[in-house]
């Protein structure tokens, strides 16, 4: 069967380092991608990897190992915005969806 | 370049009714896909148009919920005889889709429904 599996709820501090872990078991792959939901808002992308590696962009960065079905957003020097929702999203022709981890930051 | 267009953002019916959400993509973009989400839960799949098709339409409840993409105009999710279990955000998102991977989605800002 299908699976995205994410933490439902984690807690950080501003300034601190967190890493958002997603684990999929889907019948293809054609890359996962990142997005970030405030609440009441629409998602917004943050990173697609279709490759294994790590993917930097600013204070974000995604990591992907295809061959453990296993991927994670970093989020480096957090900021009190970046509370939110993370999507975690497996292309599998369509893409299949996790249920998100809502990131909760503290001063 | 104007983003994924919906509207309207905010609809009240009372159980009975229909309700019509529209979506229009992003310019270049000839993919659809319509999304319902509950509070504090995930995203779920709808259904995914091409303009004129409908290509899936796994996520798509068998009764009352109709999708539509025409040649000309937005693509529309329509609703018949609400119920009180229909109230959610409904999000729409479109891609260019060029190839045969998946393209990156970006999402409308969503039409809340509440059914009284």
């Known amino acids: 069967g299908q699976n995205i599996d994410q933490p439902t709820e984690m807690t950080a501090t501003e300034g601190a380092i967190v890493q958002i872990n997603c684990t999929y078991q889907?019948?293809?792959?054609?890359?996962l991608f990142w997005y970030q939901q405030h609440a009441g808002e629409a998602p917004t992308f943050l990173s697609y990897?279709?490759l294994d590696g790590l993917e930097e962009k600013g204070r974000f960065s995604s990591f992907l190992s295809r061959s453990k079905g296993y991927s994670y957003l970093l989020l480096k020097e957090l900021q009190m915005k970046d509370s939110a929702s993370y999507l975690c999203?497996?292309?599998?022709?369509?893409?299949?969806w996790g249920a998100g981890t809502k990131l909760i930051i503290k001063p | 370049n104007a983003g994924v267009m919906q509207n309207p953002r905010h609809l009240v019916r009372r159980r009975g009714q229909e309700a019509r959400l529209r979506c229009s993509p992003m310019?270049?973009?000839?993919?659809v896909y319509w999304y319902r989400q509950l509070p504090e839960e995930g995203l779920k799949f709808m259904v995914y148009?091409?303009?004129?098709?409908?290509?899936?339409e796994s996520g798509m409840p068998k009764e009352r919920f109709s999708a539509e993409f025409p040649k000309e105009g937005p693509s529309i999710l329509r609703i018949q005889q609400v119920v009180r279990g229909d109230s959610a955000a409904y999000f729409c998102?479109?891609?260019?889709?060029?190839?045969?991977?998946?393209?990156?989605?970006?999402f409308g800002p969503g039409t809340r429904l509440l059914v009284l």
């Open positions: 148009l091409q303009k004129e098709n409908i290509i899936d």
């Open positions: 889907t019948s293809g792959f054609n890359g």
């Open positions: 999203a497996v292309s599998d022709y369509q893409l299949i």
């Open positions: 990897n279709v």
């Open positions: 310019k270049g973009h000839s993919h």
């Open positions: 998102a479109s891609s260019p889709r060029t190839s045969g991977n998946q393209e990156t989605q970006y």
